[in-house]
């Protein structure tokens, strides 16, 4: 079990690497405001080596993969061809987003961290004309328990304890069961992108919370 000052110690973390960043007017100066949450990102990298996705399928599913910041988006598509079975993935009105808001993950050339995916979020599938899509696991792909993947997500992600070599983050991913009282873990309760660069312990607890529940 993680210790009581789990939260704290991680927000204070990110915050000491974000404190000197100042909000300027986006009106005034876009250029810098760009260049500073480009900044805001980067210092996400550096802190978590790890970055735990969990694809939500069909409502009721959901398939964790741990990533690094710096992959590509098309990284997460490879991903899914594996470890899903729909035969809409290759095609061109496929997509990946998260939400809310609802952002699609358009340009798969661009790091996961670009679409602030660091250091974990929740993916959806979608189709532009296709609804539902008709999404089956891999028969090679493990069913577990909800808490076996918030552990791995808070070893190798929050804890930032290490780096996972290819082996272990190919033995650990985890297709969960998606539990009656996880539908809460998709609603946010803050803004994907705060304008104060300055991120308080609250805007933290609030995003980490979101992965392993039960945290204050």
Sequence with gaps: ELPDNFYELTADDLRSVLNSLKQQNTNDNPLETRSMRDRAQSARNIIYEQIAIRFIVNNRYILQGLFRPDEPVSRLIDF??????????????????????????????????????????????????????????????????????????????????????????????????????????????????????NIDDKVLRDKLRKFIPGKK
């Excluded at 496929?94 to 929740?122: N, Q």
Aim: glycine share 0%; with cysteine; hydrophobic share 35%.
């Design 80 to 197: 899914i061809r594996i470890n899903l079975i729909c035969p809409y993935i290759n095609e061109k009105d496929f997509y990946l987003y998260t939400s809310p808001p609802r952002v699609i993950l358009s340009d798969l050339r661009k790091p996961l961290l670009s679409y602030d995916l660091s250091p974990a979020a929740f993916v959806y599938l979608g189709h532009r004309t296709i609804s539902p899509l008709n999404i089956q696991l891999a028969s090679n792909i493990p069913i577990r328990t909800i808490d076996e993947a918030n552990q791995l997500a808070a070893q190798y992600v929050f804890n930032r304890s290490r780096p996972m070599n290819e082996r272990e983050r190919e033995r650990n991913i985890l297709y969960n069961e998606r539990p009656t009282s996880a539908l809460s873990l998709t609603n946010r309760s803050t803004p994907r992108n705060p304008t104060n660069s």
